[in-house]
């Protein structure tokens, strides 16, 4: 309805001017912790393409957009906290066209194509990260692709804490 999107235009940009207006390094009390502001707006576009697939699923047929931005947020960043998980340069894992990282300890490539590749798309690269996707089912369901020896990230998925 026309009455909703001048609803979230406007949201949108008064959410816009209180951010320009403070400091991403602002602290936040949360749950967690404290948060610099920017990376809890972070951490809400994750839970935003989270919740958006959980409620996709929940409602079969239901066409419901995935904000590009946060798609993209919220790929990175997992793909960045596997990075973390399991550091090393022998395993390269895609996520187009989104993300790219080296990780697991081994080898490193350097030139040409890598010996270890795991590749996905971005919701099912959520969807393994945050659990509700294992990799079993994945691979079994041709959900991703993996090559080499070190292409099994089944004992690193879901990421936690």
């Known amino acids: ?33 404290a948060l610099p502001l920017a990376d809890y707006v972070v951490t809400r576009a994750v839970g935003l393409v989270v919740h958006t697939d959980d409620l996709a699923a929940a409602v079969p047929g239901l066409d419901i957009p995935y904000d590009r931005q946060a798609l993209a947020a919220a790929t990175r960043l997992l793909a960045d906290a596997l990075a973390v998980k399991a550091p090393g340069g022998s395993t390269e894992v895609r996520i187009p066209p989104y993300a790219v990282v080296q990780c697991v300890e081994g080898p490193r490539h350097t030139r040409g194509t890598p010996p270890n590749v795991v590749e996905t798309d971005p919701l099912t690269w959520i969807r393994l990260a945050t659990g509700r996707l294992t990799w079993a089912d994945a691979l079994a369901g041709a959900q991703v692709s993996a090559s080499g020896e070190r292409a099994d990230l089944g004992n690193l998925l879901p990421l936690r804490g």
Do not use: M, S, Y
């Not at 949108?12 to 991403?24: K, S, Y």
């Open 1 to 33: 309805p026309p009455d909703l999107d001048a609803h979230l235009e406007e949201v949108e940009r008064r959410f816009t001017a209180h951010l320009d207006a403070r400091p991403g390094g602002r602290l936040l009390p949360t749950g967690a912790g």
